[in-house]
Antibody
């Protein structure tokens, strides 16, 4: 069974940083690209970043480009999202996604 | 960027009725890369349909997807009480991935 467990969310001040993690199991981690998605409170779904199987190719939504960095550790079956220069509009539940299966999410709140 | 527009915004129906949800794209979408998700309050989105018409594992056959080009449809043949939720279409395969704004399916 595919399992994705996100962690690292919390309350951070505007301009601050957070690093999210996603621990994956139940599938061949190195065989799949992965994504981060998010959902602001009461709002719809938003794709924010993609990383290829080997980590050499990444893409970002315009809303986070230049501020967020996606990475992965294939030896540890883990996905990461480094979030810098955080803004209020980044407040959301962040999910990692494997081929349409999402984790339970981790809440990031950006507020002073 | 391909914009996905879902209609209606809210659909009020009764259990047992048929639901038809629309997703219209601003440009043609490869059918291999059109998905539908269901989200219930407080829950993670669940993949229902991939490739425009293929049901994901464990999805009941009352859910079906169809369409091509710029017009896609999710149909629920006979609504069960647990089907009342928000439904999103998603385009992937090329970047940026995008979602529709969602259709809320509520009990009439």
């Amino acid at each position: 069974e595919v399992q994705l467990v996100e962690s690292g969310g919390g309350l951070v001040q505007p301009g601050g940083s957070l690093r999210l993690s996603c621990a994956a199991s139940g599938f061949s981690f190195t065989s799949y690209s992965l994504n981060w998605m998010r959902q602001a409170p009461g709002k719809g779904l938003e794709w924010i970043s993609y990383i290829s199987r080997g980590g050499e190719t990444t893409y970002y939504a315009d809303s986070v480009k230049g501020r967020f960095t996606i990475s992965r550790d294939n030896a540890k079956n883990s996905l990461f999202l480094q979030m810098d220069s955080l803004r209020g509009e980044d407040t959301a539940v962040y999910y990692c996604d494997h081929a349409g299966t999402w984790g339970q999410g981790t809440l990031v709140t950006v507020s002073s | 960027e391909i914009v996905l527009t879902q209609s209606p915004g809210t659909l009020s129906l009764s259990p047992g009725e048929r639901a038809t949800l629309s997703c219209r794209a601003s440009q043609s979408v490869n059918t291999n890369y059109l998905a539908w998700y269901q989200q219930k309050p407080g829950q993670t989105p669940r993949l229902l349909i991939s490739g425009a018409s293929s049901r994901a594992t464990g999805i009941p056959d009352r859910f079906s997807g169809s369409g091509s080009g710029t017009d896609f449809t999710l149909t629920i043949s006979r609504l069960e009480p647990e089907d009342f939720a928000v439904y999103y279409c998603q385009k992937h395969g090329s970047f940026p991935y995008t979602f529709g704004q969602g259709t809320k399916l509520e009990i009439k």
